[in-house]
C-alpha cells in the first residue's frame, strides 16, 4: 500500500538549518509530483512547495520563498525539504504529500508528518 | 493569492443531521476545488476533488456542489465518524490555498 513517512523534523533555533525526509513506498515515485504541506499548531493547512516527477520544476509558497528548497531523488523513493534561515513562525508539522495525478496538485496520500519546532 | 473563506468556522449538529459547508474564494476558481477531512493528530484525507467528484472510497453521504466563488460541501447525514475539521483548497492558481477549516462538532 502506499505509504510515505517523514523524518528530521526537531527543535532547531532561529536562524538554523533543518532537512527533511519523506521516504515513500507503495507506488512508482517517479511518477508522481509531490508536495509539502505545513500546519502551524493549532491552526490550518499552508501549502509549502512542490516538485514535478522528473524534479524539473519547483514551486515555493510565499512565506519560504528563497529559504526553502525542495528536492527528490527517484533513485532513493525519497522527498526532501532543506530549510535555512528558520524563524519562530515556521514551527509547524510538515507533511509530505502525493498529488493525486501527475500536474494536478491535490493531495491523495500524505505522511503522517514531522513537527519542526523553532525555538531559542 | 486566492484567499478562501469557509462559513462556519465551527458547526455544532447531531447525528442525522445534513451539514452544509461553504467555501467562498476571492477570484473564481471555476471547479478547481477540493475537500479534505482532518481528525487530531492526523494528516488531511482527499474528500472530493474538482468541486463535485468524489474520491474513491469516500462514502456517498459526502457530496459537493458549485462553481466559480461559492463551493459547498455537504453531508447528508452526519455520522460519528464525520466529527472532525474540514478544509477547501484552490487548484486554480499558484500558490495553492487552503481555506481556514470548518470542525464538525458534536451538539
Known amino acids: 500500500q502506499v505509504q510515505l513517512v517523514e523524518s528530521g523534523g526537531g527543535v532547531v533555533q532561529p536562524g538554523r538549518s533543518l532537512r527533511l525526509s519523506c521516504a515513500v513506498s507503495g507506488f512508482s515515485f517517479s511518477n508522481y509530483g509531490m508536495h509539502w504541506v505545513r500546519q502551524a499548531p493549532g491552526k490550518g493547512l499552508e501549502w509549502v512547495a512542490v516538485?514535478?516527477?522528473?524534479?524539473?520544476?519547483?514551486d515555493y509558497g510565499d512565506s519560504v520563498k528563497g529559504r526553502v528548497t525542495i528536492s527528490r531523488d527517484n533513485a532513493k523513493n525519497t522527498l526532501y525539504l532543506q530549510m535555512n534561515r528558520l524563524r519562530v513562525e515556521d514551527t509547524a508539522v510538515y507533511y509530505c504529500?502525493?498529488?493525486?495525478?501527475?500536474?494536478?496538485?491535490?493531495?491523495?496520500?500524505w505522511g503522517k508528518g514531522t513537527l519542526v519546532a523553532v525555538s531559542s | 493569492d486566492i484567499q478562501l473563506t469557509q462559513s462556519p468556522s465551527t458547526l455544532s449538529a447531531s447525528v442525522g443531521d445534513r451539514v452544509t459547508i461553504t467555501c467562498r474564494a476571492s477570484q473564481n476558481v471555476d471547479n478547481w476545488l477540493a475537500w479534505y477531512q482532518q481528525k487530531p493528530g492526523k494528516a488531511p484525507k482527499l474528500l472530493i476533488y474538482r468541486a463535485t467528484d468524489l474520491e474513491s472510497g469516500v462514502p456517498s453521504r459526502f457530496s459537493g456542489s458549485g462553481s466559480g466563488t461559492e463551493i459547498t460541501l455537504t453531508i447528508s447525514s452526519l455520522q460519528p465518524d464525520d466529527f472532525a475539521t474540514y478544509y477547501c483548497?484552490?487548484?486554480?492558481?499558484?500558490?495553492?490555498?487552503f481555506g481556514q477549516g470548518t470542525k464538525v462538532e458534536i451538539k
Open positions: 516538485i514535478w516527477y522528473d524534479g524539473s520544476k519547483k
Open positions: 483548497q484552490q487548484y486554480k492558481s499558484s500558490p495553492w490555498t
Open positions: 504529500a502525493r498529488e493525486k495525478e501527475r500536474w494536478l496538485p491535490i493531495f491523495d496520500s
